[in-house]
Every structure is written in structure tokens, then in C-alpha cells.
């Protein structure tokens, strides 16, 4: 896990659910092309712009829906981390599951702007916009759970384990 | 201290004595249930598992296969239960959506943990259960290791008085509870009160599935009589129910008089905040009316459904799509003669699948038109275009909307 990522931000807004991100036509696709459907009603052209490093930022209730593991597909895109003001918990732990942080800070997406460089320090859950080192303070993560994202998700773990065939075991 | 019903069994799965709001604790897992797409999509055999009568799989989102990968996900799931010697497989034919089949099958039980690849695994808390949804590399690890953690979210606890009128279902009950209150993200939701005993155990599981639609965590009923008589009859043995002590700390007590309640319904979109009483709704022509899913495709919708079309038609240009929640379920409407006048009045009834509820195969809806769902979900886009409209409500009141054509009180179709 990386502890901190300056990135470009995308701001979101409240209550972006997984058929904004991971849409019932693109789950017949694999990973790499269903990343091509991120927000493909909501914000078209999106996956295009993105770039490796960039860092998502929502509003509350990040993730409402379905066990779609949408984590996979920012991370086909590149996506370093994702931000909320407030995620749905089974959004953010499938993210901390893949190894994709998962911060939350309450009023990021209202004080940062679209298209701004920030800095986000994982374990302390605190963003600030480069150059500018105003920021704002969120929830830390558990330990536990920082642990499990500092393993790079669930299957690392599993693989070291053994309860993975080695040849599967890397990703 | 006192605790929650919720608290009672995450601390009981970890070996605690108690646990409270914001507590992580590490809990053994009862039951953990693998779906199809499971293993249409990200599979890799492991070479342990924690314990195969721990586990369960289940044919629902993608059957029969509607595409090569999916038939490929079938070969996988058969070759991964014959070789580890799980029985508790539900192959296509005796299959069914998994939060009907973890009903019929007594897998979900008083005081247990239940998890499973789909986010309505919440339904099973309609039966004392704390049952969530997981995503598919955490049940895959569950799975292996037959753990997982979970931190104690704090708990609302919605207090039923009053008793249910006929005409109210349990998508009435919740759709008002959303409405009302809106989401309940990072929250448990505890439903009990004198009402409860009014409502009976399928529209308990409409609601308990629906609470992942307001975002929360657990859902969960107490096992009262009702409860255990139904358990009953499905595993041979009367369960112990856990209840929430007397002085339990809430996040927050809503009361819902049952008996003042009408037909609701959400507009599109979300269900929280944005559903109203369905008097209070302007006209709406239909295109689509789907009665289905994990929700709302139980026996009791069906029978709802089949008295609402009997002697009637599903009006011209209009289409009503019916999908039993499990092979059990279709069988049992077959044989109580619900599937004959849905079909004889011009209802296409389906397959038991998730399919229409996830717009992933049958059903699907294009730009422009304008549904009305008693299913989970009512997303943009849930059901196919975009730019058509879901609204939800109970079954009755989609059967009513197939009848007229337009979103009504089903109540002006019964006289």
C-alpha cells in the first residue's frame, strides 16, 4: 500500500450507486472492458480522461448497491484511491478487499474541486490540495483493516496461506 | 451492558460476551453461500476450503445460462462441489433466487451468521439471522478460512404498532420507512414492536432484503412465534431466538403505525427519500410491470398477483412479467392454479432467476419507457436503458398497474 498519493481528483456527488459504475451489460465483460462503463451514463467519456494515479472523490453513501466489485474496474483504470464523505460499507470493503484505499472524509467532495492535485495520507485519513496545505481531517481506517489493505487486499493473504494454487496466486 | 439483537450475535460468533457500536470483532461464519456468477467471473479452485457443511451454492443470477461464460460458470460451480463434497447444492431445476432458497432450505437461523456474493443477504435477517452481503473475493475468503470481521455499527430500531391492514404489504411498510427516513448508511436496522405479530413472515423477508437499498448494514427481525414456527417446519427443531435486551442503546427509535399506513410507492432512481404515498403520486402510463425477485417473489406475491388478474387482462400494450423466486416456489403456483390465470391474463410467467431485477438477461427495458417494479431496485439503468424509468411498489399494486395501464390504487381495481 502506498501511505501517500498526490493525485488528480474527480469530484463526485451524493449517493452514486453500482449501476452508476458497474451497469448489468458490463458484468457479461471482462474487467478490462467493463472498465470502459464507469460512469458511462452519469459522466460519458469519464475512462478516457482518467489517468494511472488518479484519486476519486464522492459525496455520501459512495457505493449504494449491489456486490459488484467495483474496485476492480478503477483499478484496470488506475484509480490510487477513492474518497467519500460517507461509503455504503460493502462498497468499501469490497474496495479494501481489492487493495483499493478507501478513505473516508467528511466534506471533501463539497471543499475540493474538480481537477485539483491532492495529497492523501492513508493511514491518517487526511486530504489537502497541493500547495495550498489546507486539509481536511477523516476516520482512520482500523488497523485491521489498514493491515488487510497494506497486504494489497484479501488474496495476497490467501495465496500466502496456501489456499490458493501458486500459479493463480500472483495478480 | 445491554445489547442489540445484532450485537448479541456478532459477539456470540466471535466468542465475546458482549459487543458494542464500534467494536471489530472476528466471527466464525455459520453458512456462507457461493453464487453463480461466482464463478462465471473471477474463480480460481482453492485447494482448502474451511468446511463444506458451511457452505451452500446456489444457481440464481444467470440461469440457465444466458451465455457461454455464464454456462462456463455452471461447469465450474459442478466441478467445484463434486470435488469438495458439498451438498448443499442447488443446481438448475431445483434452484432458485439464493435468499428464497436460504428460506426453504432452513439455511439462515436464529442467532447464526449467514453471508453471501449478493448485497440482499440482508433478507435472511427476517429469521433472527445477521446476514449480510459480501463481496466475492470476502466470501471467496470466508470460504477458505471460514471468518471475517465486521465493526458493530450503531443500530435504528423501527418500533411496529398497530396491525397491518389487508391492503398494506411489506414493500408498503418499507417503501414508507425510506421515504420517511431516508438511507441509514453505516447502520444496523432492528424491527420490532406489538405490530410485528401482524406481519407475516414473507413480507418480513420484503423488507429485511430491502434494507440494503437504504444502505444499511444488518437487518434484523426477533424470532417471535411466527418466526419459530416457520423455522420449524423447515428444519425439524424448534431454534432459540436471540432478543434485544430491555435497555439496548439505539442510534435512534422510530415508531410506524401500521394501521394508518396505505399502498406506497418510490419514484425512479432511489427508494430513500423518495418515496410517497401512492394517492399522492401523479398519473402514470405504463410500459413494463415485473413482479419478482428475492424482494417480492414469493409465493404469497404470486397468490397476490393471481387474485388481482383473475377474470381480468393485462392491458393492451403492456407487459407483466412474473418470476417465482424459486423452482419451489413455481411449482407451488402451478399447483394452486396462479400461473394459469397469470398467463391466461396475458402474463408472461418466467423462470425462477434474477434475471429482469438486474437487467442482465430477459426483460429488459428501452430508452423512453416507463416501468413500475416490485423487485429490489430501482436504479437508472438497473433494468436496461438508461433512459427508462423504474418506479417500485408492492405486487399488488404493480398487477394493478398492468390492469390499467397506469400506476393506480390497486383498491379502484378491487371495488
Known amino acids: 500500500m502506498q501511505d501517500v498519493i498526490e493525485g488528480r481528483a474527480w469530484v463526485f456527488g ?35 480522461l482518467v489517468e494511472a494515479g488518479d484519486i476519486v472523490v464522492a459525496g455520501c453513501n459512495f457505493g449504494i448497491g449491489s456486490s459488484r466489485p467495483v474496485a476492480q474496474l478503477f483499478l484496470e483504470l488506475g484509480v490510487a484511491a477513492l474518497v467519500a464523505e460517507e461509503f455504503n ?10 487493495g483499493l484505499a478507501a478513505v473516508t472524509v467528511p466534506g471533501a467532495a463539497k471543499t475540493i474541486a474538480d481537477a485539483s492535485t491532492v ?49 493463480s496466486a500472483r495478480r | 451492558m445491554s445489547m442489540t439483537i445484532i450485537e448479541k450475535i456478532l459477539a456470540h460468533g466471535a466468542g465475546l460476551e458482549e459487543a458494542h457500536t464500534g467494536d471489530l470483532v472476528v466471527c466464525d461464519v455459520d453458512m456462507t453461500v457461493l453464487i453463480d456468477l461466482q464463478f462465471a467471473t473471477m474463480w480460481t479452485e482453492p485447494t482448502r476450503i474451511a468446511d463444506p457443511e458451511r457452505l451452500a451454492v446456489i444457481m440464481d443470477h444467470a440461469v440457465p445460462a444466458p451465455s457461454v461464460n455464464d454456462a ?26 439464493c435468499h428464497q432458497v436460504i428460506a426453504e432450505n432452513g439455511l ?86 406489538e405490530g410485528l405479530a401482524s406481519v407475516p413472515m414473507n413480507d418480513r423477508r420484503t423488507i429485511a432484503t430491502q434494507g440494503a437499498e437504504v444502505s444499511a448494514d444488518f437487518t434484523t427481525f426477533p424470532a417471535d412465534e411466527l418466526c419459530l414456527d416457520f423455522l420449524q417446519q423447515r428444519i425439524g427443531e424448534r431454534p432459540v431466538a436471540v432478543e434485544a435486551d430491555p435497555n439496548a442503546s ?58 388481482m388478474l383473475r377474470g381480468r387482462c393485462v392491458a393492451p400494450g403492456v407487459r407483466l412479467i412474473v418470476t417465482p423466486a424459486s423452482q419451489a ?5 402451478v399447483h394452486e392454479g396462479y400461473v394459469e390465470t397469470l398467463a391466461d391474463a396475458g402474463a408472461i410467467v418466467t423462470n425462477s432467476t434474477c434475471g429482469a431485477c438486474f437487467g442482465y438477461h430477459m426483460g429488459l427495458l428501452g430508452a423512453g419507457e416507463v416501468c413500475i417494479t416490485a423487485s429490489t431496485r430501482n436504479f437508472k439503468g438497473r433494468m436496461g436503458s438508461p433512459d427508462a424509468e423504474i418506479y417500485m411498489a408492492s405486487p399488488r399494486t404493480v398487477a394493478a398497474a398492468a390492469i390499467a395501464g397506469e400506476i393506480i390504487d390497486p383498491r379502484d381495481i378491487l371495488g
Open chain 1, 89 to 98: 460499507s460493502l462498497f468499501l470493503r469490497n474496495s479494501i478487499n481489492f
Open chain 2, 108 to 193: 439462515a437461523r436464529p442467532g447464526q451468521i449467514l453471508t453471501c456474493t449478493d448485497s440482499h443477504t440482508c433478507a435472511a435477517g427476517a429469521y433472527n439471522t445477521a446476514a449480510r452481503g459480501l463481496g466475492p473475493i470476502e466470501v471467496y475468503s470466508i470460504m477458505c478460512t471460514g471468518k471475517t470481521w465486521f465493526q458493530v455499527a450503531p443500530t435504528i430500531r423501527y418500533e411496529l404498532l398497530g396491525a397491518k391492514p389487508e391492503i398494506v404489504s411489506g414493500k408498503d411498510i418499507f417503501l414508507h420507512v425510506a421515504g420517511t427516513y431516508g438511507d441509514a448508511t453505516n447502520h444496523n436496522l432492528e424491527f420490532g414492536g
Open chain 2, 250 to 307: 439505539y442510534a435512534d427509535l422510530r415508531q410506524v403505525d401500521l394501521s394508518a399506513l396505505e399502498p406506497w410507492v418510490a419514484r425512479p432512481g432511489k427508494v430513500a427519500d423518495n418515496a410517497l404515498p401512492l394517492s399522492q403520486l401523479e398519473p402514470r402510463k405504463v410500459d413494463q410491470c415485473f413482479i419478482g425477485s428475492c424482494a417480492n417473489g414469493q409465493l404469497e406475491d404470486l397468490r397476490i398477483a393471481a387474485e
Open chain 1, 119 to 167: 495529497r492523501l495520507d492513508v493511514r491518517r485519513a487526511r486530504i489537502e490540495l497541493v500547495g495550498d496545505g489546507a486539509g481536511l481531517q477523516g476516520t482512520p481506517l482500523p488497523d485491521f483493516v489498514l493491515d488487510i489493505l497494506a497486504q494489497g487486499g484479501l488474496l495476497p493473504k490467501l495465496a500466502a496461506d496456501g489456499y490458493l494454487p501458486t500459479a
Open chain 1, 14 to 48: 451524493d449517493s452514486l450507486d453500482t449501476d452508476n459504475m458497474y451497469p448489468g451489460f458490463a458484468m457479461k465483460l471482462s474487467a478490462q472492458e467493463a472498465a470502459k462503463h464507469v460512469f458511462y451514463d452519469l459522466r460519458p467519456g469519464w475512462t478516457d
Open chain 2, 72 to 97: 462456463d460458470g455452471g461447469v465450474r460451480a459442478r466441478e467445484f462441489v463434486k470435488r469438495f463434497g458439498i451438498e448443499r447444492f442447488f443446481d438448475v431445476g431445483r434452484h432458485g433466487i
Open chain 2, 329 to 333: 416456489v413455481y411449482t407451488q403456483a
